[in-house]
């Protein structure tokens, strides 16, 4: 089944502890982004990736890291989370020259304390 | 920056049509496309507009005015599990390889 899967679903942490999102999709698609989605402000776009070791930044990319080292996988790094992080993040793909239509996966809801 | 307007909330009645609406102030427009995303789940692409003009896809069709930096997505015989929330996104960057969200549009299907 072609799809985008987010680990881990739901996270609890506390601030200044580093943490990973991973993404990976089984799509062969090029492009991959990530984003956060907080109420009334609807999705924003973190980072995003044409290919691997292709990485660029987004609206909201503080706060953030990312790396594209295969075509498959961009994880998504909180080097040291902050409450103003607490949000739900979703990674999408697509292919090269079609990024209007991004496959999202399921959404990891992260909460920092 | 990129801002894009759209209503926070529509109600219909089942059967009936609606119209939700964007406008948005841009660089470097590559398109509008919408995304639905029903309560709990991931948002899934509905549709791309490059293009002025109408485009229809089955029950939904989406409508771009460049000049007038305005679009509109129409939702025909309306079904309870159209109730969900509705995002237009304008494409931009270098070849559009970027997404901007509007803050999502509710829609109520009520019987």
């Known amino acids: 089944e072609a799809q985008v899967t987010q680990n881990p679903r739901y996270l609890i942490t506390v601030t200044g502890k580093k943490l990973t999102v991973t993404c990976s999709q089984n799509m062969n698609h090029e492009y991959m982004s990530w984003y956060r989605q907080d109420p009334g402000l609807g999705l924003r776009q973190i980072y995003y990736?044409?290919?691997?070791?292709?990485?660029d930044k987004g609206d909201v990319p503080e706060g953030y890291k990312v790396s594209r080292k295969e075509k498959r996988n961009f994880p998504l790094i909180l080097e040291s989370p902050s409450p103003n992080q607490t949000s739900l993040y979703f990674c999408?793909?697509?292919?090269?020259?079609?990024?209007?239509?991004?496959?999202f996966g399921p959404g990891t809801r992260l909460t920092v304390t | 920056g990129q801002s894009l307007e759209q209503p926070s909330e529509v109600t219909a009645v089942e059967g009936a049509i609606v119209q939700i609406n964007c406008t948005y102030q841009t660089s470097g427009f590559y398109g509008l496309s919408w995304y639905q995303q029903h309560d709990g789940g991931a948002p899934t692409f509905l549709s791309y507009?490059?293009?002025?003009g109408l485009e229809e896809t089955g029950r939904f069709s989406s409508f771009l005015s460049r000049s007038d930096s305005y679009g509109y997505l129409l939702l025909q015989e309306l079904q309870m599990k159209d109730s969900a929330s509705y995002f237009c996104?304008?494409?931009?960057?270098?070849?559009?390889?970027?997404?901007?969200f509007g803050g999502g549009t509710r829609l109520m299907v009520k019987p």
């Open positions: 990736s044409m290919n691997v070791e292709a990485t």
């Open positions: 996104a304008v494409s931009t960057g270098n070849a559009g390889n970027m997404l901007t």
């Open positions: 507009n490059a293009l002025d």
């Open positions: 999408a793909s697509s292919l090269y020259g079609q990024e209007y239509e991004q496959y």
